[in-house]
């Protein structure tokens, strides 16, 4: 349907109109007076005796961290490795006993230097020596480093010192 001039023209408003003026409508924008002012305290907003407490405690706990601090120094902290004493799957030592047949299979009961503790090492055929033709005697310090196989510790390189 098209439109036509009539249904252009602007509907008259429903709304009721006020008689009184615009400076008569406006309302007071401003706030009531309070009666007392407060002032912003600065800080915690903490009394004398408060303050007096807080710095006595900070004190304290400074003296604490400071003391903490070079105490930390004294302490002697074994590093552990794992597997070994020296390093990694390394033993430092002096030999007890040794059987170690022709073929260079045999076992090497080496007691720690760290622990006192007494490993038992099996030597074989893969088993390299700082001195090739020298297996280690009774009483010789060295140096072993393992695998550990199923709980039987392997001897791969032994340095003996």
């Known amino acids: 349907m098209a439109r036509t001039k009539r249904a252009k023209k ?3 408003s429903t709304r009721k109109r006020t008689t009184r003026s615009a400076s008569a409508r406006r309302t007071r924008t401003r706030r009531p007076r309070r009666a007392a002012r407060r ?5 915690l907003g903490l009394n004398k005796s408060q303050k007096k407490i807080l710095t006595i405690v ?4 400074g003296i604490l961290i400071l003391l903490a601090l070079l105490q930390q120094g004294r ?8 597997g070994g004493e020296v390093a990694r799957n390394a033993v430092s030592g002096r030999v007890t006993s040794a059987a170690i047949g022709a073929a260079g299979r045999g076992t090497i009961h080496v007691q720690s230097y760290n622990t006192g503790k007494i490993y038992t090492f099996y030597t074989g055929v893969r088993t390299d020596y700082n ?10 310090s060295v140096k072993v480093y393992y695998i550990n196989d199923r709980g039987y510790l392997k ?3 032994i340095r003996i010192q």
């Not at 001195?131 to 010789?140: E, L, S, V």
Request: hydrophobic share 30%; no cysteine; glycine share 10%.
């Open 10 to 12: 602007k509907r008259k």
């Open 39 to 43: 002032t912003r305290k600065k800080g």
């Open 58 to 61: 900070a004190i304290v706990v």
């Open 75 to 82: 302490h002697y902290v074994q590093v552990t490795y794992y």
């Open 131 to 140: 001195m090739r033709g020298r297996y280690p005697a009774a009483g010789d």
């Open 155 to 157: 001897a791969t390189y």
